[in-house]
Structures are given as structure tokens and as C-alpha cells.
């Protein structure tokens, strides 16, 4: 195994080239660019969760003083409809629905009309001036009410897809999903125990701490300059020349230092906007969200409603499983019922099993990606399910697990064979760590589960230059969501062989690099990282060249060792090793500047198995959960940057016990947010939580160059259910639904004691 | 509206700007006087990210009016570093790796140069609670807490 490999600098920690910069307050992020002759704009927004519009009259704003140009749904091209493709990708004219409302508001928050003017306040007058008429229509606000055959319809024109023939009504379960293996019917048959539950789980948000912004500036020839936080500013840029029916060479989209994403920044809202108000006003126009918009009317994950059955033998093989599963997904299709339904399953080896998918429209807002987009939700609800199946059957938790895992050569779920995994290696970190058998506190629980993402590839551009003192400027298209630049410089340092500060990493913007995909799917340090080793590769290549042609000896007899040029064993030639800075201040001698390049559509992502172990005190008299301790065990494939590595493993722990304990979207009858703010809307503080324990296990990715598996998603998935099994270690009683809030602890405690 | 004239410091600079009486601390450091290392994440008090020192207080730029700035001392992020180079806090988050996207940075280092004035030597607990009401999404407060903790050390004992 790659074990053995003794590198430079990968695995160690060092600090981010872009860090001085963060710390002192000098690096730019959405909202933090002025432009001279800049204006401000702002969205008017429904107040109804469904309803017609009946009439728009922008009139009065747009005669206001201060006021420069106002756009409603009429200003915008006919939405088409067709794929977007990208982890935000979707139907074009549903995307184009979202940013601004044509005939029908379909949730509470969707943008009607907006606004540029001289100053925000002036721009929130103007919005005031706005007329709407609506025809308010009754909201569909649940999964039970919207799938039921006499549900009001959110989208008359929506028909259930992937049926096996067309259905002749139109109905808001938008799409159905199956996958299967084997008879599972025969498989509970084979059970000695079944274990049976229904799992919901609220909408919860990403909760990123910078709202979205952007600026526009389009020139009178229709070309337009935007400055926005984004997770991928080249397919920010593709979606936005679709909704505005613009040539996408007209388009130029500069990635500002972005404040957390999670996969909520991987889908355009303002840019548009803002792009049509600045051709309308010849001006720059500024957007910022509020934090109330950002809850009201940006994606959040899917509210889920799940039932999963698994049956097994006394020895614990698991014989047969089934999932049910509905998501929103908010008001337009595209709610992540598939990942949900390829990974509920995805850790184990079963003969049999049958998973039902469902994409419900609901009066809410559209669902955007939530790191591992589906997994949470679904295999929380296995993972509650094999908790009760152990105890049941008496068994450890992670040894009835250990007897399913899936390992190498196992067939997923979802298709293919897995090739080398880290489950099983997970497994038993976790049966080892001290953590896992150390004694609890009298009246605590414990608890644990497995987690995982499939994790993605996809397109990445990169390109080296050396300069003419041998340092090294790598140019690469994803934003730097969480120290990627630093892992860049990394992998450039190792496969070049010189000192990491020797390389600093930059974000080129649309017009000055390759196209990349999203920094999305936990992509970014597997695909981008490899494209960075490839264009690294050609660089050397190329310095042995012209260490061959100095040295008039054939290319074959340089290799590149250590950040040099050396003469192969044997070669006859007297002659001093070159490094790269003597190579780059030769260079317009030997050929010109040292650039290098790569891009590539990158296959074989690894797939990351993760295991949690979950330590929670439960207060019985106020419902109120401790959480004591909390341990991370994550497959890394390799970890290139260690800190950074981990603090994917801690954050996304933090999200995902905030999602089980605390956060969730509260709606009143008329589908209005009833917690759109910090303080409603609870995320989790210093103060709630304790130190989170790592454990990085390295089972190597065999298709990239350093065997990065990316670990972004997969550290959100277990915490979900690994708390709930803690709780219900603690207070020994099984709370299906999510979040486990001090109210529904109380009332479960109450109903199971009376 | 008319204009309120406002005298004050910043960061150990004279300052003098108008802004609208309604006008928060946090608009004026931003918009007004291009000082947008103070972040915004919520302007309703609830994120933190908006810290900035008032005299030797810790205040939430967005719950201040810019003309409440009048005659006070105001420090932000951008004054925490001195001529000798960075703060031990600005470093220690760097070397711990305590900040990913970065957004929540400034406010998490002026709580905590607020903190360890007062409390030289916390422990856990105590910077755990000093630091609530600054949210970070991205660490999950791990790494953030263990920097301030070494910087702690740092500042008693100066290597
Ligand atoms: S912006 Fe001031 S506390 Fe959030
Ligand atoms: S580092 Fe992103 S919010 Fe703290």
C-alpha cells in the first residue's frame, strides 16, 4: 500500500498563503467591494407562499428620485426550458423562475421585482411603491399534504416523471426513483429479527455567515463584469447567460473571497438581477441579501419523510432492506432524492434490497445542495434503524456493521463495484479509539453511525508559472472555500520538489483561466489537486528539456529529482544539477517563460466512509442535550493538508449535530418562516459544543496522483444519527424525528412514562 | 435627512465623517468609510461578525449608530496587528488553522483580544462563553479555540 510513500510536504500544516489577508481584515468578500458611480439594489418579495400575479405596477418606483431602473418578470427572456448541468445546475426555466416570479409566486420570499437607486434605503422606498396583486392560492406546506392525490397543485404543469407511461394528471410528486437488488421479500423471510421506522427530518440551512452579493457592472454594449461570492463563478457564469439569454463571452465573473458555502452558494439568485438593473442603469449595481433573505429565500437542504425496514439473521448478516423516501423539494423539482436513495444503503454489502424515491414540489423555497446533498436525511434513518437492530439482536453496534460493510470488490448500491475503501478501516478505528470504550458518566449514552459520499470528479483547469526567480504562481479556477490554496500549493510543492513557500496559488476569474466546475461534491482538492500535480508534471518535463538542450545530452538522460535538474547515473557530462530558478533565469535563453498547464475531466473520485462516536448527557426535567464528546474517524484517501482535513471533519460535525439538536425551518399555516433570523434559527455556538475528536484513517484513492479521496460532504452524514443513538442510549427511548429539541425530548420522556 | 457631523477614532486615527442619524456604526465603517474588514453577517446582533471595540467594550457594529461613535475610541479588526507585525491572536489562528472561509475571522479575533484583556488565562469554558456570540459555520470552534488558548499563553509569556 502507499503507506509507505515518504513525502515532503503533503500531510504536513502549513499556514495558507491567503491567510495574512484574512486575519487582518484585507481580503475581499462578497460585500466588500465599492465601485465609483456604484448604486444599490434590492428584491421585492412575494408575502404570499402561493399565489397568481394579477397585476405589477412599477410606475411610482420608477419615478422616484434616486431611483435608476426597476425589472420585474416581464424583463427577463422567455425562460427555455433544458438541463443546466453542475451541482446547481437544474431545468433553466425553473432556475430562471426562482430568481424572479412571472405568473405565480410559489414561496413566501420569491422575488417579484427589484430595484436599483442611489442608496439602500431610497431602493427600500422604491420597493414600498411597487403595486402586486395577487390572487392568493392555498399553500402546500407538508410532504403528507402535497402527496396526496387531491393535494393543490403547486405547478399545474407538473406531471410525475420517470413513470413507466406519461400519467394524465399533473401532481406534486415531481419525480419517483427506484432502485433495487434480489427479492426482498424472500430476504425477511430469511430474517430472525426486523426492525421497522419513520424518520422526518426538518428543512434545515446551510447557515453560512456571509449573505450573498454580488455587483454588476454591463456596459452599453451589452458586455457585463460580476464580482460575487460563489462556489464556481464559470458556471455561475453559464447559468446566468441562460436566464438572460446572453452569449456567455459577454459574461465575465470575478469569484470574491467567499464566506462559507456548504453548496448554497452553488446556484445563482442575484447575479442576474443585478446584471439586467446595471444594463438598465449604466451603472454599477451592488445586491446584498439579508440575513432574512438568505433564510427565506435561498436553498436550504430538503425536509424528509423516510421509513426504512431491515431484517436480519441472529449472527447479524442483514438479509434484506427497504427505504422509502420523500424529500422536498421546495417549489421547483430538483430536490436530492437520488444521492438520498443511492447512499441510504451505500455501506453495505446486501443481497436484497428495494429503495421508492420522491421529489415533492412544496410552497417553499427551492432546495439547494447541503453538503452530501441527501445522505444526511437517508442514511440517518438506516443508521437509527441498525442502532435498534443491534439492540435487539444484542450485538455491538459497529460489530453488526463490521458483518455488512461493504469492502473492495462489493457491489454498491448504486451500481459499480467499490474499489479500495475505508469503511471497514473506519470500522475498526473507531472499535479501538479510546474514545469508544472509555467509561461513560452515570446517565449518559453513546452513540455511533457510519456516514459517506460518493464524491465527484468533473472538470478542472490549472496552470503553473515559474517565475524568473523560480518561485511558483499556480492559476486555478475554484474558489477557496476552506484553505484548498494552501493544499494547491501542497501538491505543486511535492510533485515539483521545492519548498512550500515557494508556491503561492491563486483564483484565476473567467476571463484568465480554464474552466473548473464547482468548488462542490468535494472536488476541489481530488480534481483541481490533480490537474495542479498534471500541469506540474508538464513543467517538469519541460525543465528537463531544457536542462538537456544546455546540456547537450538527450531528455531521457535528465530526471528531475529533489527540485532539480540532474544528469541520469552514467550520463558523461560534467555538469552542476539545475534547479528551477536556474532554469527559469535561463529562460529566454532555452526557450522562454516556464508555463505549464493541465485540464482534465477527472474520473475515479474515491468514495469516503466515515464513522462518528457520539457522547450526550440528556437533562430529563428540561429536554436539554449535552453534548460530552464527539469523535470524527474519516477515510481521507490522503490527507494533503492535515489541519484543513480536519477542520472539514469538525465543521461539518458542527452542522450536523446543530441538525440534529436544534435547527430546523418553523412555517406557520400561511407558510411563512417563522424563524428567519440567528436567534431563531439556532446554529450552534462555541458554547454548546465540546472539543471534536479526529482520527484521519488513509486507505489511498488509486485514481489520483497523491490518492485524495476529497472530504468535504461525508463529515456532515453520521452525526445525525450517531446523536440520536446517543440520545437514545441516554434516556432509552427511540425519537424518530429530528431535531431532538428540548421539547420533543420532554414530551417524549412524558408520553413514555405515563 | 440631514446629516449628523461625527468626531472620532478609529483604530488610533482621528476620524471625522457624516452619516444619516439612522445609520449603524457597522454601515458607516463599511459603506462611508471603506473599513469592510468588519464584517456583516446577520445586522441584527446575532452573528458576531460585526465585533469592533467601543473604548475597551466589546459592541456589535450593527446594534451601534454610526453617531453613537461620537467622542469614542473604536478599534477594528484592521488596527489589531501594530508596526512589530501581527497580534499573537491573528497568528495563532493562522498556525492553528482556525479559519476556513475566513468571514467570521475578524469578529472571532476582536472578541478574543476583548477576552484576553480581561481574562489573561481563561480556560475553556470560559472562552467557550466569551466566544458564543460569534458564529462560525465552517470549524466547528475546535481549532478557534485552541488558537486562542496558545495565544493566551503567547501573550503571557512572549517567546
Ligand atoms: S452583523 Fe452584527 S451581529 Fe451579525
Ligand atoms: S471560518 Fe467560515 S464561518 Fe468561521
Redesign the interface.
Known amino acids: 500500500m502507499a503507506e509507505a510513500v515518504d513525502y515532503k510536504v503533503i500531510g504536513t500544516?502549513p499556514?495558507?498563503p491567503d491567510?495574512?489577508d484574512?486575519?487582518?481584515?484585507?481580503?475581499?468578500?462578497g460585500?466588500?467591494l465599492?465601485l465609483p458611480n456604484m448604486i444599490y439594489g434590492r428584491v421585492l418579495r412575494s408575502p404570499h407562499a402561493h399565489a397568481r400575479i394579477k397585476r405589477i405596477d412599477t410606475s411610482r418606483a420608477e419615478a422616484m428620485k434616486g431611483v435608476y431602473s426597476v425589472v420585474s418578470g416581464k424583463d427577463f427572456p422567455e425562460a427555455e426550458h433544458g438541463e443546466i448541468g453542475g451541482e446547481g445546475g437544474g431545468d433553466i426555466s425553473d432556475l430562471a423562475k426562482n430568481i424572479m416570479a412571472r405568473d405565480k409566486v410559489l414561496y413566501h420570499g420569491h422575488p417579484v421585482a427589484a430595484v436599483a437607486a442611489r442608496s439602500q434605503?431610497v431602493a427600500e422606498e422604491a420597493l414600498a411603491a411597487i403595486e402586486v396583486e395577487y390572487e392568493v392560492l392555498t399553500p402546500v406546506l407538508d410532504l403528507d399534504t402535497a402527496m396526496a392525490s387531491d393535494a393543490p397543485l403547486v405547478d399545474e404543469n407538473c406531471y410525475t416523471k420517470n413513470l413507466p407511461e406519461k400519467p394524465d394528471k399533473p401532481s406534486n410528486i415531481a419525480a419517483v426513483m427506484q432502485l433495487g437488488r434480489g427479492d426482498v421479500d424472500q430476504g425477511f423471510e430469511q430474517a430472525d429479527v426486523i426492525v421497522e421506522g419513520e424518520y422526518r427530518i426538518p428543512a434545515a440551512h446551510?447557515?453560512?455567515?456571509?449573505?450573498h452579493a454580488c455587483i454588476a457592472n454591463t456596459n452599453e454594449s451589452g458586455q457585463s463584469t460580476v464580482w460575487c461570492c460563489t462556489q464556481g463563478h464559470f458556471e455561475f457564469r453559464a447559468m446566468t447567460a441562460k436566464v438572460l439569454n446572453m452569449n456567455v463571452a459577454d459574461l465575465k465573473f470575478v469569484a470574491s473571497?467567499?464566506?462559507?458555502?456548504?453548496g448554497g452558494k452553488t446556484v445563482v439568485y442575484l447575479e442576474p438581477v443585478a446584471v439586467l438593473l446595471s444594463r438598465k442603469a449604466h451603472r454599477p449595481v451592488k445586491m446584498?441579501m439579508?440575513?432574512e433573505e438568505v433564510f427565506r429565500a435561498t436553498g436550504p437542504a430538503s425536509g424528509t419523510h423516510i421509513k426504512v425496514k431491515v431484517g436480519a439473521r441472529k449472527d447479524g448478516t442483514i438479509t434484506a432492506a427497504t427505504a422509502w423516501m420523500a424529500y422536498e423539494a421546495g417549489a421547483f423539482a430538483g430536490a436530492p432524492m437520488g444521492p438520498g436513495a443511492m447512499s441510504v444503503f451505500a455501506p453495505y454489502d446486501l443481497e436484497n434490497f428495494k429503495v421508492e424515491a420522491f421529489d415533492v414540489l412544496v410552497n417553499k423555497p427551492k432546495v439547494a445542495a447541503y453538503r452530501a446533498p441527501g445522505a444526511p436525511q437517508s442514511m440517518h434513518a438506516m443508521e437509527c434503524a441498525l442502532d435498534e437492530l443491534a439492540r435487539k439482536l444484542g450485538m455491538d453496534p459497529i460489530d453488526l456493521r463490521l458483518k455488512n460493510a461493504a469492502d473492495e470488490g462489493t457491489q454498491a448500491p448504486y451500481g459499480p463495484k467499490f474499489p479500495a475503501i475505508g469503511l471497514k478501516a473506519c470500522l475498526n478505528a473507531a472499535k479501538n479509539h479510546p474514545n469508544y470504550t472509555k467509561p461513560l458518566p452515570e446517565g449518559a449514552g453513546r452513540g455511533i453511525a457510519v456516514g459517506f459520499w460518493f464524491n465527484v470528479g468533473m472538470q478542472s483547469s490549472a496552470e503553473v508559472h515559474i517565475n524568473e526567480n523560480g518561485t511558483v504562481t499556480v492559476v486555478e479556477g475554484n474558489p477557496d472555500?476552506?484553505?484548498s490554496r494552501a493544499s494547491m500549493c501542497l501538491m505543486a510543492a511535492e510533485t515539483l520538489g521545492v519548498p512550500y513557500e515557494q508556491v503561492r496559488a491563486i483564483i484565476g476569474d473567467t476571463e484568465s483561466t480554464g474552466f473548473s466546475n464547482v468548488t462542490g461534491g468535494s472536488r476541489t482538492t481530488f480534481a483541481t489537486g490533480m490537474a495542479v500535480v498534471r500541469a506540474c508534471e508538464d513543467i517538469i518535463a519541460q525543465c528537463r528539456a531544457r536542462a538537456a538542450a544546455t546540456w547537450g545530452v538527450d531528455e531521457d538522460q535528465v530526471l528531475w529529482e529533489d527540485g532539480q535538474a540532474t544528469p541520469a547515473p552514467g550520463v558523461n557530462a560534467d555538469v552542476k544539477p539545475l534547479s528551477l530558478a536556474d532554469i527559469a533565469a535561463n529562460a529566454a535563453k532555452t526557450g522562454g517563460p516556464l508555463l505549464g498547464r493541465a485540464s482534465l475531466n477527472a474520473q475515479g473520485a474515491g468514495a469516503s466512509f466515515s464513522v462518528n462516536i457520539a457522547d450526550v448527557q440528556v437533562d430529563r426535567e428540561t429536554g436539554k442535550v449535552d453534548v460530552l464528546g464527539f469523535t470524527a474517524i474519516q477515510d481521507a484517501g490522503r490527507a494533503i493538508?492535515k489541519?484543513?482535513v480536519?477542520?472539514?471533519m469538525?465543521?461539518?460535525?458542527?452542522?450536523g449535530l446543530g441538525w440534529a439538536l436544534n435547527e430546523e425551518y418553523i412555517y406557520d399555516a400561511n407558510g411563512v418562516m417563522q424563524n428567519a433570523?440567528?436567534?431563531d434559527y439556532r446554529?450552534?455556538?462555541?458554547?454548546?459544543?465540546p472539543?471534536?475528536d479526529c482520527e484521519i484513517v488513509e486507505v489511498p484513492n488509486p485514481s489520483h496522483p497523491y490518492g485524495v479521496r476529497g472530504v468535504g460532504e461525508t463529515p456532515i452524514v453520521a452525526p445525525l444519527a450517531a446523536t440520536a443513538n446517543a440520545v437514545r442510549d441516554a434516556v432509552g427511548i427511540r425519537i424518530h424525528d429530528l431535531p431532538l429539541s428540548p421539547p420533543r425530548i420532554v414530551a417524549a420522556i412524558d408520553a413514555a412514562g405515563s | 435627512m440631514s446629516k449628523v457631523q461625527v468626531t472620532t477614532s478609529i483604530n488610533g486615527e482621528e476620524m471625522e465623517f457624516l452619516c444619516e442619524p439612522q445609520q449603524t456604526l457597522l454601515e458607516v465603517l463599511r459603506e462611508t468609510l471603506s473599513r469592510t474588514g468588519t464584517k456583516e453577517g446577520c445586522a441584527t446582533g446575532d452573528c458576531g461578525a460585526c465585533s469592533v471595540l467601543v473604548d475597551d467594550r466589546l459592541v456589535c457594529a450593527c446594534l451601534m449608530l454610526g453617531v453613537e461613535a461620537e467622542g469614542h475610541e473604536i478599534t477594528t479588526i484592521e488596527g489589531i496587528a501594530t508596526d512589530d507585525g501581527l497580534h499573537p491572536l491573528q497568528q495563532k489562528f493562522l498556525e492553528h488553522a482556525a479559519l476556513q472561509c475566513g468571514i467570521c475571522t475578524p469578529g472571532l479575533i476582536v472578541a478574543a483580544k476583548s477576552l484576553l484583556e480581561k481574562h489573561p488565562d481563561p480556560d475553556e469554558t470560559t472562552i467557550r462563553y466569551w466566544l458564543a456570540g460569534n458564529l462560525c459555520r465552517c470549524t466547528g470552534y475546535d481549532k478557534i479555540i485552541r488558537a486562542v488558548q496558545d495565544a493566551a499563553k503567547e501573550l503571557a509569556h512572549p517567546a
Open positions: 500544516s499556514i495558507r491567510g495574512v484574512k486575519v487582518t481584515g484585507r481580503a475581499q468578500y460585500a466588500d465599492n434605503r446551510q447557515g453560512y455567515i456571509e449573505p473571497e467567499i464566506g462559507g458555502g456548504f446584498m439579508t440575513r472555500i476552506g484553505g493538508h489541519a484543513y480536519e477542520g472539514q469538525q465543521g461539518g460535525a458542527a452542522q433570523g440567528f436567534l446554529i450552534p455556538v462555541a458554547s454548546d459544543l472539543m471534536i
